[in-house]
């Protein structure tokens, strides 16, 4: 499977997802049409597919223009399903959806929504998790509680270190100085973060990173690291209580 990304209003990522195969393309949580149209348009590709991963506005803003354009089927949470405009399949955690031959395993993942979805690839080792994990960062917690959000995460975080993290939006930078502020021990995370300055500085997109160093450095994958804990002040407190004191903190920064 072939991937593109559609970069889509301020910092937004759309996913053009392309099984040359099958013919099947797909693109994940559409901010709007007219950039998807534009690359469809500039590589002669026909759309097929349609995932969303929640409601928000600025994931599905593109989906009924698309559909009536294309005909494509809309696939998004069943836990949701009356927020995704257009919505044909309603999916939802263990379920398998075949995309033109390439397989994707559904996940529930609430907290930044009730209703959001993750999807992984397994062959291709790419996941499209939305507004959940971030490069170095998590989505805020609109509708959902830490503990939620903590056991969403982890679900994630026992897919495989080389999986491709898929997220929707560049938000790495300032991701990265609150990380730094909030983990300052981790040497790891700090090289991460020089990096991520000379990429953008260069202009150069942050997404996708790989999930093993998100394991590494993403301080909202690492709330059962005593370090992590340590540096906020919770040593031997569970991990929900410092994933909530993170989440709390960055809301703050
Ligand atoms: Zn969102
Ligand atoms: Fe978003």
């Known amino acids: 499977m072939e991937i593109e ?9 759309v ?5 040359s195969t099958s013919g099947a393309v797909a693109v994940v949580d559409p901010a709007d049409a007219e950039p998807v149209e534009a690359r469809l348009a500039a590589r002669g590709l026909r759309l097929t597919h349609i995932l969303n991963t929640h409601h928000h506005g600025d994931h599905v803003g593109g989906n009924l223009a698309l559909k009536a354009r ?11 399903a009356a927020r995704i405009p257009g919505i044909d399949a309603e999916v939802g955690d263990g379920d398998m959806y075949d995309i033109g031959g390439a397989p994707a395993k559904v996940f529930d993942v ?16 790419a996941l499209f998790c939305g507004d959940t994990i971030f490069a170095l960062g998590c989505g805020r917690l609109f509708e959902g509680s830490p503990a939620q959000m903590w056991n969403s995460l982890g679900k994630l975080r ?6 491709q993290v898929y ?5 790495t930078q300032s991701n990265a100085r609150f990380a730094v502020h909030v983990d300052p021990g981790n040497v790891a995370l700090a090289a991460r973060a020089k990096e ?3 990429a953008r500085a260069r202009g150069e ?4 990173s790989p999930l093993g160093l998100e394991k590494r450095t993403n301080p909202f994958l690492r709330a059962d690291d005593p370090g992590l804990a340590a540096a906020v002040g919770l040593t031997g407190a569970p991990p929900e209580a410092v994933f909530a004191a993170v989440r709390a903190a960055k809301d703050q920064f």
Request: hydrophobic share 35%; proline share 8%; with cysteine.
């Open 205 to 208: 997109a942050t997404v996708p």
């Open 158 to 163: 026992a897919l495989p270190d080389d999986t």
């Open 70 to 80: 294309w005909n494509c089927k809309i696939i998004g949470p069943r836990a949701d």
């Open 15 to 19: 996913w053009l997802l392309h099984e």
């Open 110 to 125: 609430p907290g930044h929504t009730r209703g959001h979805i993750a999807y992984w690839f397994a062959k291709d080792r």
């Open 196 to 198: 991520i300055d000379i």
């Open 167 to 171: 997220c929707a939006h560049e938000y």
């Open 5 to 13: 990304r559609i970069p889509c209003r301020k910092d937004n990522y």
